[in-house]
């Protein structure tokens, strides 16, 4: 029974990881804009913050705390009884230290568990993160380092508490999809910014990292699943207001222009025309009470 219990609770640590990697970055306060043309080319900027969820939290690692604190339940004495007459009677020497003989054993063996499933989990989010341990002091520094070498890429500066302020711009034409951000060892980050091409020669714009909890069913617990998964305390409190103690929300600007022809889109405003240029805007103010991610789809040159 135990050890079912271990492997359900294993293969459930296993899917939270999944879960979670889809939404291990996110935005922070942020300006981005995209500028797409109706010959395929496009021009994406985004600037300000990128937040690293499992290195959000504010909680010290399990390892700065004893196992025995975490785990160790204060030793009682059970009732005494004849094994034959099923009587209690007042507990003997002998039989309180058989019990705490007992109590000691469990003990022990919960702990081992304990560290053993922490060992894991940690290892599995490290692998989640490409490499890059989340108690690891350096942890930052090397995601910062990550993010520099690659293209597009102008500046990236650990603010702290999982934080980075970036400047990114990425240009070409739309002869393939492009996504925002992409980030060498971690495959699978919930996009910012996703440009997906049809047949047809419109394009559809999502942003679905730009919305709030109400619009985005994968942001409410994050913070809680980040902390355990890296073998953390969890920050996360029943009804914690969202980037206080709970995760962190998107707050800033979303803006595309383009000379294509708007075909959906749901802004508040609706298309509006640029005094230079020949470009139609599109603006989305994203924050705490934003109800739906920005989307857009616009009609290039087949």
């Not at 009884?81 to 919960?110: F, G, L, V, Y």
């Not at 985005?216 to 699943?225: D, I, K, R, S, W």
Request: aromatic share 6%; proline share 6%; glycine share 10%.
């Amino acid at each position: 029974m135990i050890a079912n219990r271990r492997i359900t609770a294993a293969i459930g640590a296993a899917a939270m990881l999944l879960f979670l990697a889809g939404c291990m970055v996110l935005p922070g306060k942020f300006a981005s804009d995209l500028v797409l043309r109706r010959d395929g080319t496009f021009t994406f900027h985004y600037k300000g913050e990128i937040v690293l969820a499992a290195l959000a939290q504010g909680a010290k690692g399990t390892r700065d705390v004893p196992a025995g604190d975490l785990l160790s339940e204060p030793f009682e004495q059970q009732p005494c009884t004849d094994p034959q007459t099923d009587e209690s009677h007042e507990c003997s020497a002998a039989e309180i230290a058989q019990q705490r003989a007992k109590w000691s054993d469990e003990q022990k063996e919960r702990r081992a568990a304990k560290a053993g499933e922490d060992a894991q989990n940690r290892k599995m989010m490290q692998s989640m993160m490409g490499g890059i341990d989340p108690d690891d002091p350096k942890a930052a520094e090397a995601f910062a380092q990550r993010l520099a070498r690659q293209q597009g890429f102008a500046s990236v500066v650990s603010k702290g508490g999982g934080k980075f302020e970036v400047d990114y711009t990425a240009s070409g034409r739309l002869d393939h999809d492009f996504t925002f951000p992409t980030i060498e060892r971690l495959p699978m980050v919930m996009p910012f910014v996703s440009v997906i091409r049809r047949a047809d020669g419109s394009v559809r714009v999502d942003a679905p990292a730009f919305s709030t909890a109400a619009a985005n069913p994968v942001m409410p617990g994050l913070g809680a699943m980040a902390g355990a998964m890296s073998g953390m305390k969890s920050t996360g409190k029943p009804g914690a207001k969202p980037g206080a103690d709970g995760p962190p929300i998107a707050e800033g600007t979303f803006t595309v222009r383009t000379d294509g022809q708007i075909l959906a889109n749901n802004t508040d405003e609706g298309p509006q025309a640029e005094a230079a240029g020949g470009l139609t805007r599109l603006d989305w103010k994203v924050d705490v009470r934003t109800s739906a991610a920005p989307t857009a789809l616009i009609k290039l040159a087949k």
